[in-house]
């Protein structure tokens, strides 16, 4: 896996990179007199500086100026240079640079842009990801552009955002790769390739009893798939334990459902196009570890459980009105297939709520492609919908007021008594329903009631504000964010998640 690594630039001197990046809201103002001239006289001749991404040839340099639009109003973010960063990469790229540099001149006063410098080069990380199916067959040459210098970082500024980058382009491979490719057993090896040598442990179940025996919502969602070897189910746990004390623990379940035809509930009218993205969760978690590893940050230990599946439909799939007994002894009367995920995920909650009675300060989390209701209801953002304990301790507020600083937007939803109504048991033979029958996109509190579900089939129910050993839980529903323009099958995966965690536990 190669990522464009990020160098320290002290001080601007263009002349040492082969295409300087320019990237402002006024290019009038800028500290090299020399530069300065050349594209005010340039401006004088071209109107399209200011307005688009414009390539110069300042001194035999090449210099590109890419206009971030106004940053000074109500609704502006950081996304303003994220964006500007992946178009001035692509012409940097187009014109030949394979070492080019980032420039912000000027440093803004609002916080919302503390993190521009860091976040342009994340921007460029996000255009310059190759799927991992072109890089293995053209070879990683396939992209040219090595490293990115940033000018006026610092080392510690270039380690963590290398270490970032490193995971969002594993996250990208996992989720962005093909059906097959990415089958369970394969994301299981990409995984134990990618810590290998590594402060990060891994270990990988794949015996089908034990599959059955210790996860049966899981093993329900993967019955269709036993009778294809190479599409038989893993579950991926990966654990960081930093050196020193322990102050804080995070836990993590992802949903990785490698491909997702709906089961018995069929996707049909060309819905299932893209579905081999539905394990973004699982992705974007496993990235977030080699972020970790990469950084190695004091005082926080991570335990990441992976449960990776393939939904598919054939003589032994599951159908509606089947009652799963679940790892926690929860009756649960399956409502629709293609509601798979938290099925597939809840078992691996139960066993990291009982993990976590025994961790120091535990945070848990699910991170999943869930629901089309997040996306319908909250468009390109994250939807964390959280338990009482995590809303006490105000853990989503900060998190999502972490990744308003990193590109990285998502929405804080409430848990409420009707969600757990909706999917209460409509008769004594069951205990919870895992979902109605209709899409969640039309369904009202279509992403908050899955929550109430997870909490209930992972045990975490009894660990409320009122319980005597509360435990924070957020459930991270990435399926509006987790890929750019809500393309599933062609959209860049975007790692959804992993720089607000990065920048709000490791920094």
């Given at each position: 896996m190669a990522y464009p690594h990020a160098v320290a630039a002290p001080q601007l001197d263009h002349a040492k990179h082969d295409a300087l990046i320019i990237i402002a809201d006024d290019f009038s103002k800028l500290d090299d007199p020399n530069l300065s001239q050349a594209i005010k006289a340039q401006m004088a001749v071209d109107a399209r500086i200011g307005k688009q991404v414009t390539l110069l040839v300042v001194e035999s340099k090449r210099v590109i100026l890419a206009p971030t639009g106004p940053l000074n109003r109500d609704y502006d973010d950081v996304r303003r240079y994220f964006d500007a960063a992946k178009l001035a990469i692509n012409e940097a790229k187009a014109s030949g640079s394979i070492k080019p540099a980032i420039y912000l001149p000027q440093a803004s006063q609002d916080s919302r842009y503390q993190y521009a410098l860091e976040v342009a080069y994340l921007g460029a990380c996000q255009a310059l990801w190759q799927p991992l199916e072109a890089r293995e067959f053209h070879g990683e040459s396939i992209e040219p552009i090595t490293q990115i210098a940033l000018f006026g970082a610092n080392e510690q500024t270039v380690k963590a955002v290398n270490a970032i980058a490193a995971g969002q382009y594993a996250a990208r491979d996992l989720c962005g790769t093909e059906p097959e490719r990415m089958a369970p057993p394969r994301f299981a090896d990409y995984c134990v390739d990618l810590f290998k040598g590594s402060k990060v442990n891994v270990a990988v179940i794949a015996d089908i009893a034990t599959i059955d025996k210790e996860y049966p919502m899981m093993s329900t969602v993967a019955r269709a798939?036993?009778?294809?070897?190479?599409?038989?189910?893993?579950?991926?746990?990966?654990?960081?334990?930093?050196?020193?004390?322990?102050?804080?623990?995070?836990?993590?379940?992802g949903k990785g459902l490698v491909y997702d035809t709906g089961g018995a509930d069929l996707k049909v009218g060309g819905h299932m196009a893209g579905m081999s993205r539905d394990k973004g969760?699982?992705?974007?978690?496993?990235?977030?570890?080699?972020?970790?590893?990469?950084?190695?940050?004091?005082?926080v230990k991570v335990i990441a459980y992976l449960a990776v599946v393939r939904n598919s439909i054939g003589a032994d799939c599951f159908v509606p009105d089947e009652i799963i007994t679940s790892r926690e002894g929860v009756r649960v009367r399956i409502g629709n297939t293609d509601a798979e995920g938290r099925l597939a995920m809840?078992?691996?909650?139960?066993?990291?709520?009982?993990?976590?009675?025994?961790?120091?300060?535990?945070?848990?989390?699910?991170?999943?492609?869930?629901?089309?209701?997040?996306?319908?209801?909250?468009?390109?953002?994250?939807?964390y919908v959280e338990n009482g304990p995590a809303r006490a301790a105000n853990i989503s507020r900060k998190l999502a007021d972490s990744g308003d600083l990193w590109a990285d937007g998502a929405e804080v939803s409430r848990s409420r008594?009707?969600?757990?109504?909706?999917?209460?048991?409509?008769?004594?033979?069951d205990d919870?329903?895992?979902?109605?029958?209709?899409?969640?996109?039309?369904?009202?509190?279509?992403?908050?009631?899955?929550?109430?579900?997870l909490a209930i089939v992972g045990g975490l129910d009894k660990h409320g504000c009122e319980s005597a050993q509360p435990l924070p839980y957020?459930?991270?529903?990435?399926?509006?964010?987790?890929?750019?323009?809500?393309?599933?099958?062609?959209?860049?995966?975007?790692?959804?998640?992993?720089?607000?965690?990065?920048?709000?536990?490791?920094?």
């Open positions: 798939s036993y009778a294809v070897e190479r599409h038989h189910p893993r579950v991926v746990k990966l654990e960081y334990v930093p050196e020193g004390e322990v102050t804080r623990t995070l836990m993590f379940v969760g699982a992705a974007s978690v496993a990235g977030f570890m080699k972020s970790v590893a990469d950084f190695q940050p004091q005082g809840g078992d691996l909650l139960s066993e990291m709520k009982d993990l976590a009675k025994g961790e120091v300060n535990p945070e848990i989390f699910t991170v999943a492609t869930l629901t089309g209701h997040a996306a319908r209801a909250m468009g390109p953002y994250s939807a008594r009707e969600d757990y109504d909706f999917i209460k048991p409509r008769t004594l033979a919870v329903l895992s979902s109605n029958n209709a899409a969640s996109a039309v369904t009202a509190r279509g992403h908050q009631f899955p929550m109430a579900f957020v459930h991270m529903d990435i399926a509006g964010s987790g890929v750019e323009g809500g393309d599933w099958q062609h959209g860049k995966p975007t790692a959804a998640g992993l720089s607000s965690l990065f920048a709000r536990y490791c920094l």
